[in-house]
């Protein structure tokens, strides 16, 4: 078992930063894969990042540039820093983790954190 929580969202102007921060109990976190998915009203949860256990990244096109994924093996924490934040990336971000990879129906999640964007 794999417990996750999530914190750093909150409100923020467009074009601000946020970062959020989840820290991982219950297992061996350098072994897991670990993400970000969020999911904005009526939509449907989207992967926003992932990092293998060995530290290889993907982000998707749609927040390439702006969102990075970092994790500390040390601390057990998996980190997301958003920069120039957009209406559009108001949603509730989750944490998830997966022994293999986060792609498809990892296998833990978080409660969630609030992410605004609004002026």
């Known amino acids: 078992q794999v417990q996750l929580v999530e914190s750093g969202g909150g409100l923020v102007q467009p074009g601000g930063s946020l970062r959020l921060s989840c820290v991982a109990s219950?297992?061996?976190?350098?072994?897991?894969?670990m993400g970000w998915y969020r999911q904005a009203p009526g939509k449907q949860r989207e992967l926003v990042a992932g990092i293998s256990s060995g530290g290889m990244t993907r982000v998707p096109e749609v927040v390439k540039d702006r969102f990075t994924i970092s994790r500390n093996n040390a601390n057990n924490t998996v980190y997301l820093q958003m920069n120039s934040l957009k209406p559009e990336d108001t949603a509730v971000y989750y944490c998830v983790a997966d022994p293999l990879a986060v792609g498809v129906r990892p296998r833990y999640w978080g409660q969630g954190t609030q992410v605004t964007v609004s002026s």
């Open positions: 219950g297992s061996i976190f350098s072994r897991y894969a």
